[in-house]
């Protein structure tokens, strides 16, 4: 199977990793890839991401089999439906499906209907909304910009000026009501019909130790949570995943592919925080590390609507553990073009070679250093040693992923 893999992130080369790593895989083909994607794919090629028509032309031209998107923009664009209007399977959402992230207000009338656990919430356009909003609430102030905004998009503050500040920023928000409890992250991999969760994650949002600082795309993330409740992905699948699925069927929009489902696991049981239409980045890197079933195979049969007929998930007996290393000044505003030296066995998720071939960097969130263990000590201790072998002048990376889950400190509050 040749498999195109659409992206060039931390996502991107993690998937493309698990997909070299399938025997049933003979080809994989990443457009644009990355420096740290081209040391493992079969080829790069250089490609639009955001034209669908230029995606799908390039599947055709390279006899792909089966077409991967990785970043939510292309999917909320369209260019799942033209690769399958030439006939290719893909894995990913149709654009009126990823609507589901691209719209925060959709997602929530998509709950709605389906009767999901969430938080109560107002979409608004006006300050004088916004305002009425943040007081019903009050603090902490929940501030979603309604549409894209590459995991940066979210406010949460006791400063009630600041909220309202980035709610006029964004023009259309979706102020909520907080969710208080440990979040965790579930990807479900689905046809549409059936749906296969994968094993829960915990990210870290926040760019400094202990949850300080604005909203990232992500500082780090670990697997499994030894914190969980036992019956804690039943239960999501059962509220939330099923519900949500049946819910686009009903519509006349069916989601098949990644459906990310961002929760809070509150006193009252776990709420939904958002959707994500593919695969969540950084905690991408931690899940697929510990998988032993063959990627390449599931993602064809989600595609192809054969899931049922595919075999039980098999997982390693470990933990991972990644940590993001960011640029200076992100988020705010990432400086680029710094040498990099050390980066050797790490994930690329924004890096590019200047003409003299010196590795540099090319985004806000640089590198990402992903490692297994027998336990959360063991894999936290593999990453920081990573970690500790680069050179990147500015950057910035969290010193406690994973560290209150080693220790004991995270405790559900939902049994």
Request: hydrophobic share 45%; with cysteine; aromatic share 6%.
């Amino acid at each position: 199977m040749r498999v195109l893999v659409v992206g060039g992130g931390g996502r991107e080369h993690a998937l493309v990793l698990g997909l070299v790593r399938d025997p049933g895989v003979t080809a994989v083909i990443a457009a644009p890839g990355s420096p740290g994607i081209a040391e493992v794919a079969t080829e790069l090629r250089e490609v639009d991401i955001l034209s669908p028509v230029a995606v799908a032309g390039l599947a055709v031209d390279v006899e792909a089999d089966l077409v991967v998107v990785g970043p939510e923009a292309p999917l909320v664009a369209g260019v799942a439906d033209a690769v399958r209007a030439k006939g290719i399977p893909v894995f990913g959402p149709s654009g009126s499906a990823a609507r589901l992230e691209g719209s925060k207000d959709f997602a929530k009338q998509v709950m709605t209907a389906a009767k999901v656990p969430t938080a109560r919430a107002f979409t608004c356009t006006t300050a004088e909304e916004a305002a009425r909003a943040l007081d019903t609430f009050g603090a902490p102030y929940v501030v979603k910009n309604d549409g894209l905004a590459a995991g940066k998009g979210v406010v949460v503050t006791d400063d009630r000026d600041a909220a309202l500040a980035h709610a006029a920023e964004c023009g259309r928000v979706v102020i909520e009501e907080y969710l208080d409890g440990p979040e965790v992250s579930l990807f479900v991999v689905t046809d549409g019909v059936t749906a296969v969760p994968l094993l829960p994650a915990q990210d870290f949002k926040r760019i400094f130790d202990g949850d300080a600082g604005p909203n990232t795309g992500g500082m780090g993330a670990y697997a499994p949570l030894p914190w969980a409740p036992p019956n804690l992905v039943e239960h999501v699948m059962a509220t939330v995943a099923h519900p949500t699925l049946q819910q686009m069927r009903d519509a006349g929009t069916p989601f098949s592919g990644l459906l990310y489902i961002g929760l809070a696991i509150t006193e009252g049981g776990p709420k939904v925080i958002e959707f994500n239409a593919r695969f969540g980045d950084p905690e991408t890197q931690s899940v697929l590390a510990l998988l032993d079933t063959p990627l390449g195979g599931l993602l064809y049969a989600a595609a192809t609507g054969e899931l049922a007929g595919h075999p039980e998930l098999q997982w390693k007996d470990a933990f991972s553990v990644t940590v993001v290393l960011a640029s200076a000044g992100y988020p705010a505003s990432a400086r680029t073009g710094d040498e990099i030296t050390g980066a050797e066995g790490l994930i690329h998720a924004g890096t590019k070679r200047d003409a003299d071939g010196v590795l540099r960097s090319a985004g806000g969130r640089v590198l990402c250093a992903t490692a297994t263990g027998h336990d959360l000590h063991a894999a936290r201790a593999a990453a920081y040693e990573l970690v500790s072998h680069v050179e990147l002048a500015g950057s910035q990376h969290r010193t406690d992923i994973a560290l209150a889950a080693e220790e004991g400190r995270v405790v559900s509050p939902w049994r």
